[in-house]
Nanobody, 121 residues
């Protein structure tokens, strides 16, 4: 069974940076597409970024485009989300999940436990 663990969240001032990691174990097939989601209090969960199983295709929500960068290292079974120029509205719990389709963040399957990102002065 797949097991995903996020890390790297924390408290950062506006304009700062964080790098999140998602370590996957229990692969039973070729590496899955991996997406980052986030959910803030009172808001719906939204897809933030996604990377294809090979790493050849990446996707970003308009709200983070140009500020966030997703990457993966399949040898380490790890997906990263580099977050720069952070804004208070980026505050949320960030989750990684396997998805069958990056387009539309379709059919999430396995989820991590989440890591809190707080952007505040």
């Amino acid at each position: 069974q797949m097991h995903l663990v996020e890390s790297g969240g924390g408290l950062v001032q506006p304009g700062g940076s964080l790098k999140l990691s998602c370590v996957a174990s229990g692969w039973t097939k070729d590496p899955y597409n991996i997406a980052w989601f986030r959910q803030a209090p009172g808001r719906e969960r939204e897809g933030v970024s996604c990377i294809s199983n090979s790493g050849g295709s990446t996707y970003y929500a308009d709200s983070v485009k140009g500020r966030f960068a997703i990457s993966r290292d399949n040898v380490k079974n790890t997906v990263y989300l580099q977050m720069n120029s952070l804004k208070p509205e980026d505050t949320a719990v960030y989750y990684c999940a396997t998805v069958w389709f990056c387009s539309g963040y379709r059919d999430p399957d396995y989820w991590g436990q989440g890591t809190q990102v707080t952007v505040s002065s």
